[in-house]
């Protein structure tokens, strides 16, 4: 994050942090830069730093200044993709025989990712529960390299202590890993409370509108960051311009639109809780959440993702989704429109049978900014 940006507010960050105007025409938004290459003023005479699209953009070099500066970052990489952005960090920081600690709860992909790609590369990984420091100590060996954390955890809505593991990865001499995607870094700032490296899938939240597919990383050291940005390049799976370009956009309005998330869903919660065909809500903000202490303590406030029970087992769980008519049927999250979904057959059908199995009466939601009543009644009408 440059000194520029380091004392204003998130609200202002998230506005003018990269989004210097255009030096040509003054233009307030910076362009597309939908460019392959760029000419030399003479060999190894880069205009800007600029030769090759694949190794720097303008519009992706925006875009990840402002990533930097939201998170607290030094250095900042768009990706296109959430996973992407996973795959080009561990084969950074791993070689054949390295050892890392998952979460017992954790998106199906980054799991898909570890147990049929990266383990078959020779790194082994280990299941942890991350709200029990005591489980993620037990699973650090002398191989282990990193230990992985989603808070809130997709789809149990889990919470880790961001800072207390930190501790144990600093004592193991490894690094932390957080995976920001469900809290955004309005809500929440890893690196801040200890972490290596944050994990965006900026897909959800950054863009926020259901109109675009990216991912990120972000680190606070410069050294990581260099030897990051050396693998992206070498790899290639870098954010096109025009992606970068709508995820900047999105950004924009982050800070207000997750506070509506976050009051909605507060008032989703709250009917929920009533209902009587719901037998569990998991939502951070709930006293009741084992991890509401910690979420209270490392977040601004609690989000707009919902996982809740119901009686009747899987069959009512995919009834109460197929019911749904303003919540949209659908994978992803994050956007302003609300979405609904069966984890167990959709987005975590690949850890079915696994440690991460996730219960088949569960219904995730993601809420969004819409009039709150009328979500409400849609619930109603789908739990019937």
């Known amino acids: 994050m440059s000194d520029q940006h380091s004392s204003q507010s998130f609200e202002t960050r998230a506005i003018h942090a990269g989004n210097t105007a255009d030096p040509l025409t003054g233009a307030v938004v910076p362009p597309i830069y939908q460019v392959s290459t760029y000419k030399q003023d003479g060999v190894g005479g880069l205009r800007g730093g600029y030769e090759y699209s694949r190794s720097a953009n303008p519009t992706r070099t925006a875009l990840e200044e402002n990533l930097a500066a939201l998170e607290g970052g030094r250095r900042g990489l768009a990706f296109a993709s959430g996973l992407a952005a996973e795959d080009c960090l561990l084969r950074t920081l791993l070689?054949?025989?390295?050892?890392?600690?998952?979460?017992?709860?954790?998106?199906?992909?980054?799991?898909?990712?570890?147990?049929?790609?990266?383990?078959?590369?020779?790194?082994?990984?280990?299941?942890?529960?991350?709200?029990?420091?005591?489980?993620?100590?037990?699973?650090?060996?002398?191989?282990?390299?990193?230990?992985?954390?989603?808070?809130?955890?997709?789809?149990?809505?889990?919470?880790?202590?961001?800072?207390?593991?930190?501790?144990?990865?600093?004592?193991?001499?490894?690094?932390?890993?957080?995976?920001?995607?469900?809290?955004?870094?309005?809500?929440?700032?890893?690196?801040?409370?200890?972490?290596?490296?944050?994990?965006?899938?900026?897909?959800?939240?950054?863009?926020?509108?259901?109109?675009?597919?990216?991912?990120?990383?972000?680190?606070?050291?410069?050294?990581?960051?260099?030897?990051?940005?050396?693998?992206?390049?070498?790899?290639?799976?870098?954010?096109?311009?025009?992606?970068?370009?709508?995820?900047?956009?999105?950004?924009?309005?982050?800070?207000?639109?997750?506070?509506?998330?976050?009051?909605?869903?507060?008032?989703?919660?709250?009917?929920?809780?009533?209902?009587?065909?719901?037998?569990?809500?998991?939502?951070?903000?709930?006293?009741?959440?084992?991890?509401?202490e910690v979420a209270a303590k490392q977040m601004r406030s609690f989000g707009g993702m919902i996982s809740f029970r119901v009686q009747g087992g899987e069959e009512a769980a995919v009834e109460v989704c197929n019911r749904a008519q303003l919540f949209t049927l659908g994978e992803s999250l994050g956007g302003v429109e609300s979405l609904i979904e069966h984890p167990g057959r959709m987005t975590h059908a690949s850890v079915a049978g696994s440690a991460l199995e996730v219960p088949a009466d569960l219904v995730r939601l993601s809420v969004g900014i819409e009039n709150v009543e009328d979500l409400l009644a849609d619930l109603r009408q789908a739990l019937g």
């Open 95 to 292: 070689v054949p025989g390295d050892h890392v600690v998952i979460p017992n709860d954790a998106y199906g992909g980054t799991f898909r990712l570890f147990a049929k790609v990266v383990q078959r590369w020779g790194v082994d990984f280990s299941v942890a529960n991350t709200s029990d420091i005591d489980s993620v100590r037990a699973a650090v060996n002398e191989r282990t390299k990193l230990i992985w954390v989603e808070t809130p955890s997709n789809p149990l809505l889990g919470i880790t202590d961001i800072e207390a593991v930190a501790g144990v990865a600093r004592q193991a001499g490894v690094k932390l890993v957080v995976d920001n995607t469900f809290a955004s870094p309005y809500l929440q700032q890893p690196l801040a409370l200890g972490a290596d490296v944050v994990v965006h899938s900026l897909t959800k939240y950054m863009g926020g509108h259901s109109d675009v597919v990216g991912g990120a990383l972000v680190t606070a050291d410069e050294a990581l960051g260099e030897e990051l940005a050396y693998h992206q390049n070498a790899m290639g799976a870098v954010a096109g311009p025009f992606d970068s370009w709508i995820v900047l956009r999105g950004i924009k309005t982050l800070a207000v639109r997750m506070d509506r998330h976050s009051e909605n869903a507060a008032k989703v919660v709250e009917m929920l809780t009533q209902h009587p065909k719901v037998t569990q809500v998991l939502y951070p903000g709930l006293p009741e959440h084992p991890g509401h």
